[in-house]
């Protein structure tokens, strides 16, 4: 009987050792909280790809939460990961011409648009940005392949 307590004892251990699901330990949150496209601007300029997940309140929306704030960390400071509340900010998520939530997109190397075009302030410069619609396993997994085939960052990059 002793020697049955002791290996329970020992399972028991292991499997704590082991585990690797939620709640973990991922320290100081990573993930930008949207405020303005100035803001959004500004971390793009940081010349980052950057994460944006657009989500309204719901049951998935709380599982993306826990998987940016992972890949976040994972992913910290080679990709920024910003979340949108879109009924907070409408306007910016609307311009994005999506009707299902909560969507995922990547933006990534901002360049001075070769075409300024008409602009009524001259100390405004235009800028175009590659987007990329995510639709992969929304897992830090999911987002490390994602990168990989789009060239966005490696794990040498780390």
């Not at 251990?13 to 930008?32: C, E, M």
């Not at 980052?48 to 989500?55: D, K, L, N, Q």
């Not at 999506?98 to 360049?111: G, L, M």
């Not at 940005?129 to 789009?150: C, M």
């Amino acid at each position: 009987m002793k020697h049955l307590s002791h290996l329970l004892y020992c399972v028991r251990v292991n499997i704590q050792r082991y585990y690797t699901g939620y709640p973990k330990d991922l320290g100081p949150s990573r993930v930008i909280h949207f405020t303005s496209e100035r803001e959004f601007v500004q971390v793009l300029h940081e010349g980052y790809p950057v994460v944006v997940a657009f989500t309204i309140r719901g049951n998935y929306t709380k599982h993306l939460d826990r998987v940016l704030e992972e890949a976040a960390v994972e992913f910290y400071p080679h990709v920024k990961f910003m979340r949108v509340e879109c009924p907070k900010y409408p306007g910016f998520c609307i311009k994005r011409q999506r009707k299902e939530y909560p969507f995922v997109e990547i933006f990534h190397s901002p360049e001075q648009a070769a075409n300024q075009g008409r602009v009524a302030d001259p100390n405004i410069t235009k800028y175009s940005v590659k987007v990329l619609p995510f639709n992969y396993d929304t897992s830090a997994y999911g987002f490390r392949e994602f990168f990989k085939r789009h060239g966005i960052w490696t794990s040498e990059g780390k």
